[in-house]
């Protein structure tokens, strides 16, 4: 049994590969992935069509922040904002080895400048703002860049008046940043209230990991929170807890169908309909422009009307005394409130 | 947490066994004598300062939602002929009393509670004082089920939202997102010897050098001093002790605790709530320094002065 415990995603795939699993070539050609759930093979190509998703098993794979762009939207449909902040290094920080070394080997492995992409884009027509974060950058931590450019997707997205979309995929607050990488917590959470100001609506992914400083800021504030299949979510890791505690948990600790059971979450949304729950939910709470919900009222709901009318007015009406009993500040300390 | 790639353990100890034989890297003791001094056993907590400070005061139990969290305190009392809400994480100085208040780690219900005595002052026009006193919010399976990093970011949020004047004060020991939980005010004040970190020093040894004894490392590189946080833009004052640490005289200690919360009471009554509010955003906004190539080299964070005093 998987480490999720069980898989929500029912894949004809997985039935249909489950006969001859045995027979499946071992031999991994160079562009392939192994899937660590259920060892299939895939190449490159396969995984990218089927969204990084393991089309036996339906195991959620890490995906770039600009692949996410694309899957979200239209291939190349974005334009990405203020792409050239970058880290400094406030404490001149070093562990086992010094920060500024830590952020250049991160740019050259993923060609990217910090741990969250922020762009403008459409999902299924209507148009948004999005910040998706990377985890292949340092962990995806939040570190000064992260915060500021999330604060200012929220700023935008409310001067704009166009909803905002949030992918987190973060093992929290960037140690290396120490205290300053703290408070872009505080800094995330005040900046999304800009929305809740402008009445737009925040749209939350959490992928896995979405833990930390990060869930225990933005990351718990959408307005409407969907999850990635095994995600986990947690503000301290399971190794953290067994370590301080000693309590023994279970496999699906803080996975994202345990939280949707604890009611962490919205719904756990496999990443192939990812896009499109998406745009559907936008298309209630953010109508894009001509196609605002008409809110006349059917003849349905005006056929109730007077039907509750008609009952109400044959009611017989009850006895002063009653109402007056109820009714607070006549005078009887003991009744209820009304 | 972030780090590089895990390498094998026994690799990281050769390295980092050479390391710490080589003198490529000075401790300093007196950063680290300031850090123990913030979780000094005899250091005075939360009640201490609030029972000596306030009269009248009532403490209020529960969150309305679950049950009662001992290691969060709050309630409202009189403070200088006002009303003042209090609330703050306490710890226990015997061991039956550590474990009641659960080392001052609160759980979701701590921060309900917190967040519902707030939200009374807030509707009766009190000012509201927190006491920031934890080595983190508390690393449980239960915190975690019931919605600890809800907890935590929905009081950012509700102290944010404040129109009366909110002051937090560092008294010991503030570690990671349970202490900032309480932390969104228009003043954030730092007791001299108390900390303000993102992880506490054990923590970080384990996480980045992963290796517990590492902690006074750790505490080297975060540098998390009341007089760096000022530095910082952290910390907006740093509230002197009596000589020797809080811990040597509790009525002094909360005495000068007592002045200057007086005092910055009386410079944000003077304010309206829509100041009050701009202030308590940009001064969190321009927290942490980056570079941008349009905006300048580096945004500006800090002070360069050491504080006053």
Redesign the interface.
Known sequence: MSRVGRNITVSIDRLRHLGHRQDRPRRIASDASTCPKCDSHYSGDEMHRNLRVCPACGHHFPVTARERLEQLGEPGGYVELWS?????D??Q?????PYVD?IR?AETKTGMNEAVVCAELEVRRVPCVAAIMDFSF????M???V??KL?RACEHAAQKGIPLIILSSS?????????????????T?????ALAEAQVPVIMILAHPT???V???????GDVTYAEPGAL?????PR??E???R?V?PAD??RAERQLA???VDAVVDRRELAARIGRVLHILAPPDGEALVAAPSGWAQGGAERVGRVAQSLPSLPGKIMGRIRPGSGNDDGPAA | ????KPDGPSF?RR??GKLGRSSG?QVDEDLWASIQLARHAERPYTLDYINRITSDFEEMHGDRLFGDDPAMVAGFGRFNDRAVAFVGQQKGRDTNERTYRNFGMASPEGYRKSMRVMEIANRMGMPIVTLIDTPG?F???S????????A???S??LM??LDVPVVAVVIGEGS??GA??L??ADRVLMLENST????SPE??S????RDASQAKR?AQ????TAA??YR?G?ADAVIPEPPGGAHTDHEQAAEILGQYLQRTLLELEAQTPAERRVV??ER??R????????GGV??A?GRDAPPPG
Do not use: H
């Not at chain 1, 940043?177 to 800094?187: D, H, I, S, V, Y």
């Open positions: 050239d902040l970058r880290a400094a406030p404490l920080f070093t562990d086992l080895k830590r080997e340092m962990g995806g931590s570190g000064a860049v915060g500021e604060a093992g929290g607050a960037r140690m290396q940043e120490g205290t300053l990488a703290l408070m872009q917590m505080a800094k959470v005040i900046a999304l209230d833990t930390g400083g869930w225990a800021s933005f990351a718990s504030l979510i947690a503000f301290s890791g953290v807890i370590e301080t505690t309590e948990l600790f803080g604890n009611g962490q | 947490m972030s780090g590089g990281v390295v980092t890297v919010a690393p449980g399976a915190a975690e089920e019931r919605g600890q990093g809800g935590i970011s929905r950012m949020q944010w939202r990671s997102g900032l939980g932390g969104i303000y970190s993102v992880i923590g970080a384990a996480i980045l050098w750790a590189a975060f540098k998390p760096n946080c910082w952290v308590r955003r969190f906004r927290l942490g320094p980056l570079r941008d190539p349009e580096a945004m964070s």
